[in-house]
Nanobody, 127 residues
Framework: QDQLVESGGGMVQAGDSLRLSCSAS????????MGWFRQTPGKEREFVAA????????AYADSVKDRFIISRDNIKNTIDLQMSSLKPEDTAAYYC????????????????????WGQGTQVTVSS
């Protein structure tokens, strides 16, 4: 059974840091581009960051560039999102996702190109 499970969410203050982790099991997700998305009530899910199956060529949304870092450990099957200098506008449910096929680029992949999703973890940043 393919499964993605996020952890590490919580409530922090503006300027703080937080690290999210996604544990992947089931298929060989080490061959898949993995991404992080976020969503707030009433809004569409938006791209945050993605990392290629080999750990190279990460992609970031402009809103998080230079503040967030995505990484992966293909031995442990985990994908992390290190978030720094958090802002209230970063408040959202954060979702881990895997591409719909192996060996894709992490660049320019739309929401529809991710087929496997976790249940999400809430991040709340207070001002």
């Amino acid at each position: 059974q393919d499964q993605l499970v996020e952890s590490g969410g919580g409530m922090v203050q503006a300027g703080d840091s937080l690290r999210l982790s996604c544990s992947a099991s089931g298929r060989a997700f080490a061959m898949y581009t993995m991404g992080w998305f976020r969503q707030t009530p009433g809004k569409e899910r938006e791209f945050v960051a993605a990392i290629r199956w080999d750990g190279n060529s990460p992609a970031y949304a402009d809103s998080v560039k230079d503040r967030f870092i995505i990484s992966r450990d293909n031995i442990k099957n985990t994908i992390d999102l290190q978030m720094s200098s958090l802002k209230p506008e970063d408040t959202a449910a954060y979702y881990c996702a895997a591409a719909n096929r192996p060996f894709t680029s992490a660049q320019f992949m739309g929401l529809q190109e991710y087929a496997y999703w976790g249940q999400g973890t809430q991040v709340t940043v207070s001002s």
